[in-house]
């Protein structure tokens, strides 16, 4: 496909079943339809170069044809076979290229840029990738999967791997992008359960389990029901690579202890799951209770922060609801679902609390929105006018979304 190209993907909240998804047992997340990945790939002025230009992240890096010598053929070759793990060559080969960026956050992000890069589009210069995100980044929703999801789609289409049909994401291109978005979620944080990327790539909600051979089985829950639920982020930095591996340490420390935490973290998810399928007044409760108990098993796993259990003393003590952190922990979100009585007062107060006394951001936000999309090339041409400045100039969360959020923006998406 020829440039432009604009795809998008949402994030997620983790309702059950973080870390514990990595090894194996159940989890339930639900994309968040106004928290959105956006990438636009245009021509470069200069066709000698690969740019990127991440400014979420303050990255801005260009790579000439004269660098990509490291990158041969054979390193490139055969990289569907390098879908599950990734290619040790293609690796070696992209060393070079990252030097300049090591040590430093944005090392992860180029890598899996380039890694998807040259496994889907080979040696082609002349391009430029910019993201933006109305995401918070590394904030525990997802925006790992939802920029690994927007660059799988976006390089699939530019490599030519995905133009079966004009109208519409087939499945198989939708498994296509689920694929290699994992691969990308790997070079961003080493061992991904999946569960991200696939509801980035598929959108609505889904129940996920990793299995043993590898191989993942994730059933979408369509009507996935409006929990009234409060999302805070508490705005302290956090990387999800650096608790997993936390995680996989504390494991091998104390395997009798950790096994049966992740085990009971499985049940949880799989009662969770039956509740959420008849959601009804007779059991919301127990729904609460599963939250409460849930991050409880995360606190014993050594994931959570002084900061997050701010926000569940908070709720506790108001009793306005239960209180989880979301993603990997360490910082980042946590979720307020919130009890049937809670007043309307209650609620403001709760919200108010967290953000003047400690600088929290509050959201309240639908769960359960469409997943990946693209843009027609006709569609970007007609109103390039609306999205160049987006991607070239400082606009705002707010601005982006006005114009892009699909199904409250003007332009149409493609899914
Ligand atoms: N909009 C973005 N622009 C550039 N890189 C991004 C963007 N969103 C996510 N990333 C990459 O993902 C990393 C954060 O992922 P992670 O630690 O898994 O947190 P989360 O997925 O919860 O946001 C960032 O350090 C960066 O490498
Ligand atoms: C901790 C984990 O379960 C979720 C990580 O989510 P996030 O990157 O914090 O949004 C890891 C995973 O499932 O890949
Ligand atoms: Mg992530």
């Known amino acids: 496909m020829s440039l432009p190209l604009l795809t998008s993907a949402p994030g997620k909240v983790i309702i059950f079943g973080e870390h514990s998804a990595v090894f194996n047992e159940p989890a339930i997340a639900a994309s ?12 470069a002025e200069d066709s000698d170069v690969i740019e990127l230009d991440f400014p979420d992240i303050s990255l801005d890096h260009k790579w000439h044809s004269a660098e990509l010598s490291s990158i041969s053929m054979a390193a490139m070759a055969d990289s569907d076979k390098h879908s599950k793990e990734l290619n040790a060559e293609l690796n070696a080969a992209l060393e070079p290229l990252l030097k300049p960026l090591h040590g430093s956050l944005q090392y992860h992000a180029a890598y899996c840029f380039l890694y998807l890069y040259f496994s889907l589009c080979g040696l082609r210069t002349g391009v430029k990738f910019t993201v933006k995100s109305s995401s918070p980044i590394g904030a ?44 990308g979620e790997k070079c961003i944080h080493g061992t991904p359960s999946g569960i991200d990327n696939a509801v980035a790539t598929y959108g609505n909600a889904v129940l996920f389990q990793r299995q043993a051979n590898g191989e993942t089985k994730s059933e979408q829950i369509l009507d996935f029901p409006q929990v009234p639920m409060i999302l805070t982020n ?87 609801g239960s209180t989880k952190l979301t993603g990997a922990g360490g910082g980042g979100c946590a979720l307020t679902i919130l009890n049937s009585n809670a007043s309307p007062e209650d609620i403001a107060k709760f919200k108010d609390t967290l953000e003047t006394k400690h600088s929290y951001k509050t ?49 149409q998406w493609i899914h």
Not at 150 to 170: I, M, V
Not at 387 to 400: C, D, G, Y
Request: aromatic share 4%; with cysteine.
């Open 32 to 43: 968040v339809a106004s928290l959105r990945t956006y990438l636009f790939v245009t021509k």
């Open 140 to 183: 525990g929703l997802g925006s790992s999967a939802s920029i690994a999801v927007c660059l799988a789609l976006a390089t699939g289409k530019l490599g030519g791997h995905l133009n079966s049909a004009p109208e519409r994401l087939t499945k198989q291109e939708l498994d296509f992008v689920n694929k290699w978005s994992f691969i």
């Open 234 to 320: 508490t705005r302290i930095p956090r990387s999800t690579k650096v608790l997993v591996s936390g995680v996989k340490d504390l494991i091998v420390r104390q395997p009798e202890i950790a096994h049966p935490i992740l085990k009971t973290m499985g049940q949880v998810a799989s009662r969770g799951a039956k509740i959420l399928a008849n959601l009804n007044e007779t059991n919301y409760a127990d729904l609460c209770e599963l939250i409460r108990i849930n991050h409880g098993l995360l606190v014993a796993l050594g994931v959570s922060h002084p900061g997050l259990e701010v926000i569940k003393a908070l709720a506790d003590s108001m009793s306005i």
């Open 363 to 411: 959201y309240v936000t639908g769960l359960g929105g469409p997943g990946c999309a693209y843009m027609a090339k006709g569609q970007i041409q007609n109103h390039l006018d609306l999205i160049r400045p987006l991607f070239e100039t400082n606009a705002s969360v707010s601005e982006l979304n006005d114009v892009l959020l699909p199904g409250k923006g003007p332009l």
